[in-house]
């Protein structure tokens, strides 16, 4: 169950555009930035949290550094629009670390659209022939690959 719903104002706001760029920035660091004192930004961060509206903090790791050069997005069609064929594709695939998003979408010829890192074009060949479309009730798969991030990771807006 969600909690209530929380009234945010331009504090609550304030601190999740400065938490969403530097999530290691310190309560002391934050506050100040903010422009209040630091007990009552932590309470005011513990209810973000607590609310849901900080959903947890991650160290972003940059994939090339490790070898994984290619990314691969690839839009898979099923036989059936079933929930147990839906629930099963999703099951295996996020059994698969190389598939780090898993949509369902709409509006395409497609079911699901995946965002895949690979080493190289091999290690995508054999991701694709051995394990992806093995799972059942895939039909197609189309690929396209990736050329250039132009970004990622952009912080959700507080504000519309």
Same mark, same amino acid.
């Given at each position: %169950?969600?909690? !209530?719903?929380?009234?945010?104002?331009?504090?609550?706001?304030?601190?999740?555009?400065?938490?969403?760029?530097?999530?290691?920035?310190?309560?002391?660091?934050?506050?100040?930035?903010?422009?209040?004192? #630091?007990?009552?930004?932590?309470?005011?961060?513990?209810?973000? /949290? /607590?609310?849901?509206? +900080?959903?947890?903090?991650?160290? /972003?790791?940059?994939?090339?550094?490790?070898?994984?050069?290619? %990314? =691969?997005?690839?839009?898979?069609? %099923?036989?059936?629009? $079933?929930? /147990?064929?839906?629930?099963?594709?999703?099951?295996?695939?996020?059994? +698969? #670390?190389? !598939?780090?998003?898993?949509?369902? +979408? $709409?509006?395409?010829?497609?079911?699901?659209?995946?965002?895949?890192?690979?080493?190289?074009?091999?290690?995508?060949?054999?991701?694709?022939?051995? !394990?992806?479309?093995?799972?059942?009730? =895939? $039909?197609?798969?189309? $690929?396209?690959? =990736?050329?250039?991030?132009?970004?990622?990771?952009? #912080?959700?807006?507080?504000?519309?």
């Amino acid at each position: %169950m969600l909690p !209530v719903p929380l009234e945010l104002d331009r504090f609550d706001r304030h601190i999740l555009d400065v938490l969403q760029q530097e999530g290691r920035i310190s309560n002391q660091l934050l506050a100040e930035r903010i422009g209040l004192s #630091p007990s009552p930004c932590l309470r005011r961060v513990r209810a973000l /949290e /607590e609310h849901g509206l +900080i959903a947890g903090y991650r160290a /972003e790791v940059d994939a090339r550094r490790l070898g994984f050069d290619l %990314m =691969v997005l690839l839009h898979i069609s %099923m036989d059936q629009h $079933t929930a /147990e064929r839906f629930d099963n594709f999703e099951r295996q695939v996020r059994e +698969i #670390p190389n !598939v780090i998003e898993c949509l369902i +979408i $709409t509006g395409q010829a497609a079911d699901f659209q995946l965002k895949i890192l690979v080493r190289d074009m091999d290690d995508y060949q054999h991701l694709l022939l051995h !394990v992806i479309n093995r799972i059942e009730g =895939v $039909t197609g798969a189309h $690929t396209s690959f =990736v050329l250039r991030r132009v970004f990622e990771h952009r #912080p959700v807006p507080t504000r519309s």
